[in-house]
C-alpha cells in the first residue's frame, strides 16, 4: 500500500522548476511524483492549503544541534523539531560539539541519532581540523564517507593562512564545500559587541567590522588560489558583502549566507546588556545591517541560515561579557523574512523561496531543494498573512535565548512535510 | 524595576540639581564634632564589591552611617563568589536578607544593569567596569560648583585612557546635560573616536595643549593597566606626552583647578608638584563623595 498525500490548492512556488502557480502537489513513497490541477487524491492524505504558499523544503545550512555533549542545551531530536516547527525540512549542524565532529565516528553517530530521531533530515558538517584547533586538518575523507556534507571549524576560524590553504585543497580535491566563520582573532579579541557608538557608550569591548572582512579577503585570496567552493558563513558586514560580489564577478566559486538576526537588527536595537542581543558575528551598525539587505536584493548572498545557537538559561544569565555567544533562530526564519524582506518590497516571494531553497541546496548539493519529479517529498507551506505571536517558552528547543520572545509576526509556516509525511503543523 | 542609580545618562538636570544641592546640606556634617544623622535609622544597607576599592567602599559606608543607616560590606574574595556561585544567585541570596538598598561595584560593564532587571532591591551602582561611575560623577560636579557659580559656560579638559574609564563616560553625560565644552584627551589607542557621539559638547584631541588651553577644569584619569588588555601605548613615554606638569598650567585659565578621582600615580598621569599644588582639589573630591552619597542614599531610600 503505498504512502500517499497530496497539499491541495496552495500556490506553489518552486524557483528549480520556473513554477509559481496555484496548483496541487502529489507526493508518493516520500517522493514528488507532480505538482498540477486536481491532482488525484483516493486515499490520500489530503492537507488543504488554499490561501498558502507551498515550496520545496526549506534548508537550513548551518545550525547547531549540541548533541553530542551539550544536550542540556539541545539536542538532535528537539533542534530537529523546533527546526520542523520553523517550516525547515532539512538541516545542516556544525561540528562544534563535544567531543568536536572531526572523525567518522561523530559523524556517523550525529547520522544514526538523526535517522532514529529527528524529525527532519540532518545532514552533518565536519570539522576542518581536528578539534576544530587550527593546526591538523580533520579526518575529512572518511567523515564525507561517513555523511559530511561539508566542512568548517564554525565559531574557531581557522587563523593559519597555511592550513586553511591545505583545507581548501583538500576540500576541493573531496569536492567539499568549505565554510568559514570569518574572524580575525586577533582583531575582535575580548569583544562582546560590534564595535561602534553603542558599543563605546556601554563600555563593551568592541569586535570590529575589519575583524571580518580581514579574513574573508584572505580566504577569497586562498580560493582564487586553490579553485575551492568556499562560503562565508553568517556574512555581516558591507565590506564583505563588497568582497564576495567582486569575487563571484571575477568568476570564483565563491558564496555567502546570512542570518535572520543580521538583516533584521543592527546594534541600534539591543537591549543594553541583554544577551539575548549578544552573538557573533555581531549585530552590526544600520549601515551594515542595510548593506546586507542590499547585498540579499543583489543576489550577492544566496542563502538565509539561521546560525540556531542554543544556549542553556543559566549560561545567559550572566554579566554581558561572560554570556556565550548565539541566539536560536529556527522558528523565526520564515516570518522575519517575510516581514524584514518582502513585506517592504526589498524581495519578491520567489526570490525569497530561493533563499531558503535553490540558495543553499547550490553550496551543499543535498539533492533537495526542487519539487521536479522524483525529487525527495519533502514541503514547506507558509502563510504570509497570518498573524501570531511567538512564545518561545513554548518552543520545542531545548534552550530560549532569543530576543524574538513576544514579537507578533505577520506571516509564518503552517506546515513541514518531511519524506512525504507531516512533521509539523499549526 | 526598583529606584535605583545605575547611571548618570538617564537621569535628567533636575534630578542631579537636587542631588547637588542636598549634598551641599551635608557638607557642614562632616566637620561636626557630632557627625550622626538619624534620616535613615533603621535602614539597611549592602556594600557589595566585586572589585578592589578602598575610597569609594569607605566612602558609601561612612555616607550610610552619618544617616544613621547600618552597613556591611563584602569583598568578593571571600564571598560565596570564590566558591562559583553565579551574579544573580549571589544577589538574589543578599535580597532575601532584605537590604534596602545594594551598592554595587563589578567589573563588568552593565552588571548591575542586567541585575536591576532581576531583583526587588533598588541597586546603587558604584562603578561597573568601563561604563559609569555615577556618584564619582556627582562628586566632580559638587566639587567644581564648590568653586565656580555654576557649569554652564564652563570648559572641562578630561584627559588620559578616556577609552577604559566610567568616571570620564559619567563626567561626560553629567557636565553635558549642564552646556559645559568638554574636551576628551588620550592617546588615539585610548580614544575611540564614538566618544564624540556620547553627549552634545564633546570634543577630541591627542594633543594635551590643545585640551588644557583656557580650560577651567582639567581632570586626569588614572591610567588603568589593569583594564587594558593590550599594549595601547608604549607606557614609558605616557607621561612625557599625558602627563600633567606644572607648566602646563600655564596653558589653561589662570583659576584653573585640576581634579583627579584616585588612586593617583605620581609621575604616570600628573607630576608630584601637581598633585600638590594648590589648585589641586584632589582630597577635597574625596570629601565631598561622603556628602554627595549621603544625598544619593536618601534620595534612593530615605
Same mark, same amino acid.
Given at each position: 500500500m503505498p504512502t500517499v498525500i497530496v497539499i491541495r490548492n496552495g500556490r506553489v512556488i518552486d524557483p528549480a522548476s520556473n513554477t509559481d502557480r496555484v496548483a496541487d502537489v502529489l507526493i508518493v513513497d516520500g517522493r514528488v511524483v507532480g505538482v498540477g490541477p486536481n491532482l488525484p487524491s483516493s486515499k490520500a492524505e489530503v492537507f488543504?492549503?488554499?490561501?498558502?504558499?507551498?515550496?520545496?523544503?526549506?534548508?537550513?545550512?548551518?545550525?547547531?544541534l549540541r548533541e553530542p555533549g551539550f544536550e542540556h542545551a539541545e539536542t538532535i531530536e528537539s533542534g530537529s523539531r523546533a527546526a520542523a516547527a520553523g517550516g525547515f525540512?532539512?538541516?545542516?549542524?556544525?561540528?562544534?560539539?563535544?567531543?568536536?565532529?572531526?572523525?567518522?565516528?561523530?559523524?556517523?553517530?550525529?547520522?544514526?541519532?538523526?535517522?532514529?530521531?529527528?524529525?527532519?533530515?540532518?545532514?552533518?558538517?565536519?570539522?576542518?581540523?581536528k578539534g576544530s584547533g587550527g593546526e591538523e586538518l580533520a579526518a575529512i575523507g572518511a567523515m564525507k564517507a561517513a555523511g559530511a556534507v561539508a566542512i568548517?571549524?564554525?565559531?574557531?576560524?581557522?587563523m593559519n593562512?597555511?592550513?586553511?590553504?591545505?583545507?581548501?585543497?583538500?576540500?576541493?580535491?573531496?569536492?567539499?564545500?568549505?565554510?568559514?566563520?570569518?574572524?580575525?582573532?586577533?582583531?575582535?579579541?575580548?569583544?562582546?559587541?560590534?564595535?561602534?557608538?553603542?558599543?563605546?557608550?556601554?563600555?563593551?569591548?568592541?569586535?570590529?567590522?575589519?575583524?571580518?572582512?580581514?579574513?574573508?579577503?584572505?580566504?577569497?585570496?586562498?580560493?582564487?588560489?586553490?579553485?575551492?567552493?568556499?562560503?562565508?558563513?553568517?556574512?555581516?558586514?558591507?565590506?564583505?558583502?563588497?568582497?564576495?560580489?567582486?569575487?563571484?564577478?571575477?568568476?570564483?566559486?565563491?558564496?555567502?549566507?546570512?542570518?535572520?538576526?543580521?538583516?533584521?537588527?543592527?546594534?541600534?536595537?539591543?537591549?543594553?546588556?541583554?544577551?539575548?542581543?549578544?552573538?557573533?558575528p555581531p549585530l552590526r551598525s544600520p549601515g551594515h545591517q542595510q548593506a546586507v539587505v542590499e547585498g540579499i536584493a543583489a543576489g550577492t548572498i544566496s542563502a538565509i541560515a539561521t546560525d540556531h545557537a542554543p544556549h542553556a538559561g543559566s549560561d545567559k544569565m550572566q554579566e554581558f561579557e561572560r554570556c556565550p555567544f548565539g541566539i536560536i533562530g529556527l522558528e523565526t526564519a520564515i516570518a522575519l523574512a517575510l516581514e524584514e524582506l518582502v513585506a517592504p518590497g526589498k524581495i519578491g516571494l520567489s526570490r525569497m523561496v530561493e533563499l531558503f531553497t535553490?540558495?543553499?541546496?547550490?553550496?551543499?548539493?543535498?539533492?533537495?531543494?526542487?519539487?521536479?519529479?522524483?525529487?525527495?517529498?519533502?514541503?514547506?507551506?507558509?502563510?504570509?498573512?497570518?498573524?501570531?505571536?511567538?512564545?518561545?517558552?513554548?518552543?520545542?528547543?531545548?534552550?530560549?535565548?532569543?530576543?524574538?520572545?513576544?514579537?507578533?509576526?505577520?506571516?509564518?509556516?503552517?506546515?513541514?512535510?518531511?519524506?512525504?509525511a507531516i512533521a509539523w503543523k499549526r | 524595576m526598583p529606584a535605583g542609580l545605575l547611571g548618570i545618562e538617564e537621569l535628567d538636570r533636575a534630578e542631579i540639581e537636587a542631588i547637588l544641592a542636598r549634598a551641599k546640606d551635608f557638607q557642614p556634617v562632616?566637620?561636626?564634632?557630632?557627625?550622626?544623622?538619624?534620616?535613615?535609622?533603621?535602614?539597611?544597607?549592602?556594600? %557589595?564589591?566585586?572589585? @578592589? =576599592?578602598?575610597?569609594?567602599?569607605?566612602?558609601?559606608?561612612? !555616607?550610610?552611617?552619618?544617616l544613621g543607616a547600618d552597613a556591611i560590606s563584602i569583598t568578593a574574595s571571600g564571598s560565596s563568589v570564590s566558591k562559583g556561585e553565579s551574579l544573580v544567585d549571589t544577589l538574589n541570596t543578599l535580597a532575601a536578607m532584605r537590604p534596602d538598598a545594594i551598592v554595587m561595584r563589578h567589573a563588568a560593564s552593565g552588571a548591575p544593569h542586567f541585575l536591576a532587571r532581576h531583583l526587588p532591591t533598588p541597586i546603587i551602582n558604584a562603578g561597573d567596569g568601563t561604563h559609569e561611575h555615577p556618584t564619582q560623577a556627582l562628586l566632580d560636579a559638587r566639587t567644581i560648583l564648590d568653586r565656580r557659580s555654576r557649569l554652564e559656560g564652563l570648559k572641562v579638559a578630561i584627559i588620559g585612557d578616556i577609552a577604559h574609564s566610567r568616571v570620564?563616560?559619567?563626567?561626560?553625560?553629567?557636565?553635558?546635560?549642564?552646556?559645559?565644552?568638554?574636551? %576628551?584627551?588620550?592617546? @588615539? =589607542?585610548?580614544?575611540?573616536?564614538?566618544?564624540?557621539?556620547? !553627549?552634545?559638547?564633546?570634543?577630541?584631541?591627542?594633543?594635551?595643549?590643545?585640551?588644557?588651553r583656557e580650560a577651567d577644569v582639567i581632570m586626569m584619569l588614572r591610567v588603568q593597566l589593569e583594564r587594558q588588555h593590550e599594549a595601547a601605548f608604549p607606557a614609558s613615554e605616557y607621561f612625557q606626552f599625558y602627563g600633567l606638569r606644572l607648566e602646563h598650567m600655564d596653558l589653561a585659565k589662570p583659576d584653573a583647578i585640576v581634579m583627579h578621582p584616585g588612586p593617583i600615580n605620581r609621575g604616570r598621569e600628573l607630576s608630584s608638584e601637581v598633585?600638590?599644588?594648590?589648585?589641586?582639589?584632589?582630597?577635597?573630591?574625596?570629601?565631598?563623595?561622603?556628602?554627595?552619597?549621603?544625598?544619593?542614599?536618601?534620595?534612593?531610600?530615605?
Open positions: 488543504d492549503a488554499t490561501g498558502m504558499i507551498v515550496a520545496p523544503g526549506f534548508i537550513d545550512m548551518h545550525v547547531h525540512t532539512s538541516i545542516c549542524c556544525m561540528p562544534n560539539t563535544k567531543p568536536v565532529n572531526d572523525s567518522k565516528t561523530v559523524t556517523s553517530y550525529i547520522v544514526e541519532q538523526a535517522r532514529s530521531k529527528a524529525a527532519v533530515n540532518v545532514f552533518p558538517i565536519g570539522a576542518i581540523t568548517s571549524d564554525d565559531g574557531l576560524p581557522v593562512a597555511r592550513v586553511m590553504r591545505r583545507a581548501m585543497e583538500f576540500a576541493k580535491s573531496y569536492d567539499l564545500p568549505i565554510i568559514q566563520h570569518c574572524e580575525d582573532l586577533n582583531l575582535s579579541a575580548g569583544g562582546d559587541m560590534h564595535e561602534g557608538a553603542p558599543s563605546v557608550r556601554w563600555g563593551l569591548r568592541g569586535i570590529p567590522a575589519a575583524s571580518e572582512d580581514v579574513m574573508v579577503a584572505r580566504d577569497l585570496v586562498l580560493a582564487q588560489l586553490t579553485g575551492a567552493r568556499y562560503h562565508v558563513a553568517h556574512i555581516s558586514t558591507r565590506n564583505a558583502v563588497a568582497m564576495v560580489q567582486y569575487a563571484r564577478r571575477n568568476g570564483l566559486p565563491a558564496t555567502c549566507e546570512t542570518t535572520p538576526h543580521h538583516f533584521s537588527l543592527s546594534d541600534a536595537c539591543m537591549v543594553p546588556y541583554d544577551s539575548n542581543y549578544k552573538m557573533k535553490t540558495g543553499p541546496e547550490g553550496v551543499m548539493r543535498l539533492g533537495r531543494g526542487t519539487l521536479a519529479p522524483g525529487a525527495p517529498g519533502d514541503v514547506t507551506v507558509f502563510s504570509t498573512d497570518i498573524s501570531w505571536t511567538y512564545d518561545v517558552n513554548q518552543s520545542p528547543s531545548r534552550s530560549r535565548n532569543t530576543p524574538f520572545h513576544g514579537r507578533t509576526f505577520r506571516g509564518g509556516p503552517m506546515a513541514t512535510i518531511v519524506n512525504g | 562632616q566637620s561636626q564634632t557630632l557627625k550622626k544623622l538619624d534620616q535613615l535609622r533603621g535602614k539597611m544597607i549592602v556594600n %557589595l564589591f566585586y572589585e @578592589a =576599592s578602598t575610597r569609594t567602599r569607605t566612602s558609601f559606608e561612612i !555616607a550610610a552611617k552619618r570620564a563616560r559619567s563626567n561626560v553625560h553629567l557636565l553635558s546635560k549642564f552646556g559645559v565644552e568638554i574636551v %576628551l584627551c588620550g592617546p @588615539a =589607542s585610548l580614544l575611540p573616536v564614538e566618544l564624540a557621539q556620547l !553627549a552634545p559638547g564633546v570634543r577630541l584631541t591627542t594633543d594635551i595643549c590643545d585640551a588644557i598633585a600638590d599644588f594648590s589648585r589641586s582639589v584632589i582630597l577635597h573630591q574625596v570629601e565631598n563623595g561622603i556628602a554627595v552619597r549621603m544625598a544619593v542614599l536618601e534620595k534612593v531610600i530615605g
